[in-house]
Nanobody
Framework: EEQLVELGGGLVQAGGSLRLSCVAS????????IGWFRQAPGKEREGVSC????????YYEDSAKGRFTISIDNAKKTVYLQMNSLKPEDAAVYFC????????????????????WGKGTLVTVSS
């Protein structure tokens, strides 16, 4: 079974950091784009960042640029999202997703159909 499991959510003060992990199992994401979305209460799901396993290229939404870093450990089949300088508006459920045809660019955020979605991890940022 193809599966993505998100880890690392929690409560952090504004200005703090968290590192989210997305562990893949049941498939080899050789040609996949993998990345993160988030959804805050009452808001639509929005893209955050993505990375292409094949060449390591990355993309960040404006909200994440300069504060978040996405990376991949192919041996561990894990994608990380290092989030620094967190703001209250970053609070959301963060979802990991992978897709074999998605591009890792501005189109990532508009995608709603993915090969695999994780169940999400909650990030809470206190002010």
């Amino acid at each position: 079974e193809e599966q993505l499991v998100e880890l690392g959510g929690g409560l952090v003060q504004a200005g703090g950091s968290l590192r989210l992990s997305c562990v893949a199992s049941g498939f080899t994401f050789t040609r996949h784009t993998i990345g993160w979305f988030r959804q805050a209460p009452g808001k639509e799901r929005e893209g955050v960042s993505c990375i292409r396993r094949s060449d390591g290229s990355t993309y960040y939404e404006d909200s994440a640029k300069g504060r978040f870093t996405i990376s991949i450990d192919n041996a561990k089949k894990t994608v990380y999202l290092q989030m620094n300088s967190l703001k209250p508006e970053d609070a959301a459920v963060y979802f990991c997703a992978a897709d074999s045809v998605a591009r890792c660019d501005s189109t990532w955020s508009r995608r709603r159909v993915m090969d695999v979605w994780g169940k999400g991890t909650l990030v809470t940022v206190s002010s």
